[in-house]
């Protein structure tokens, strides 16, 4: 899954490592966010996107819980 944020600023990436990798553009920095640290269940993110005028990410994965992180890498 990809998708930019609305001023082009992030790239957000989810992955089927079970994490969401989120860019920025003109720093280069690279934060990510776990869905779900649990090895037993496979939770790979199945759809994500950033939310519009906020910078928060949702992801949505294969354990059927939608998580919600902000664009700095914490939890909201």
Do not use: E, Q
């Not at 001023?7 to 934060?31: E, F």
């Amino acid at each position: 899954m990809l998708d930019f944020s609305h001023d082009s600023a992030l790239i957000v990436l989810g992955l089927d490592d079970k994490t969401v990798r989120i860019w920025g553009m003109n720093s280069c920095d690279l934060k990510v966010l776990l869905t779900d640290d649990n090895p037993n269940v496979d939770t790979g993110v199945t759809s994500m996107a950033i939310l519009p005028n906020v910078c928060f990410v949702a992801a949505g994965s294969l354990d059927t819980i939608t998580h919600l992180g902000c664009c700095d890498g914490h939890a909201p």
